[in-house]
Nanobody, 111 residues
Framework: QVQLVESGGGLVQPGGSLRLSCAAS????????IGWFRQAPGKERELVAA???????NYADSVKGRFTVSRDNAKNTVYLQMNNLKPEDTAVYYC?????WGKGTLVTVSS
């Protein structure tokens, strides 16, 4: 069985930071591409960041310089450090690995 569980979402003010986690069971993160996606109400789900190989990463233009994706192989967990958050970052954030999805964690950026 494969299970991905996101955590770390919440309410934060603009300019604040959050660190999201995605813990996996039944699959080895280091052997796969892991993507962080987000979906805001009424909008398409979009790729935010990905990590693959040894430690290669890529980011959507909208989050470059603000978000950082990382992986802890020993813990089989991936992280998304989100800094300088903006209201437009408000969305449900999902992790994906080998086409499996977590159920998401809600990030709300509002004053």
């Amino acid at each position: 069985q494969v299970q991905l569980v996101e955590s770390g979402g919440g309410l934060v003010q603009p300019g604040g930071s959050l660190r999201l986690s995605c813990a996996a069971s039944g699959i080895i993160f280091s052997s796969n591409v892991i993507g962080w996606f987000r979906q805001a109400p009424g909008k398409e789900r979009e790729l935010v960041a990905a990590i693959f190989g040894v430690a290669s990463t890529n980011y959507a233009d909208s989050v470059k310089g603000r978000f950082t994706v990382s992986r802890d192989n020993a813990k089989n967990t991936v992280y998304l450090q989100m800094n300088n958050l903006k209201p437009e970052d408000t969305a449900v954030y999902y992790c994906n690995c080998a086409n499996y999805w977590g159920k998401g964690t809600l990030v709300t950026v509002s004053s």
